[in-house]
């Protein structure tokens, strides 16, 4: 996305698991696209690493001029599945909403999402994976960047311990 870019901004939905595979067509196309990105933890054969992910998974956005553009071939783009619509013309995105998205990106593009949990000291969460999982634990602070602390039961006595901090959510 450069700031002079011609035409407005519309959203494209693509097929299953295809943003790259549709942005790279729709470039071949002459179209400019901006599909964001955020780096995701991926646990793999007790490995961890981060991995590029489409921030609005199926979704990318791309810049037409509606009057003088063949936008039509849009739709028939290997790896889309449509233009997103709001009756017979296409729905623009505000270039505010692309702003505050590139406002995020860190030098390499990647979205920086944030990543603290908003649990308050004390409260109950529930394991949801690992040798802990389905066990009601208490919130008892941030760890280092991606694990949290919890207080869980074990043996009648409160044990502290450190985890991913995808491995919790709210006790609901």
Request: glycine share 8%.
């Amino acid at each position: 996305m450069t700031a002079v870019d011609a035409g407005g901004w519309y959203v494209v939905q693509t097929q299953v698991n295809a943003e790259m595979k549709a942005a790279r067509n729709l470039m071949r196309q002459g179209f400019n696209i901006y599909l964001p990105r955020f780096l995701k933890r991926r646990s793999h054969a007790r490995k961890i690493d981060r991995v590029a992910a489409p921030l609005f998974p199926r979704y990318l956005f791309v810049c037409v001029d509606i009057a003088t553009q063949r936008w039509r071939s849009i739709q028939s783009t290997f790896g889309v599945s449509h233009l997103v619509f709001n009756g017979p013309n296409p729905t623009p995105v505000s270039n505010d909403v692309l702003g505050l998205l590139k406002a995020r990106e860190d030098a390499n593009g990647f979205i920086q999402l944030n990543q603290r949990p908003q649990f308050l000291l004390g409260e109950k969460v529930r394991v949801l994976s690992g040798p802990f999982s389905d066990n009601l634990a208490l919130f008892d602070g941030m760890g280092d960047r991606d694990r949290v602390a919890i207080l869980l039961d074990l043996l009648g006595r409160k044990v502290r311990v450190s985890i991913d901090v995808d491995m919790i959510a709210a006790a609901g």
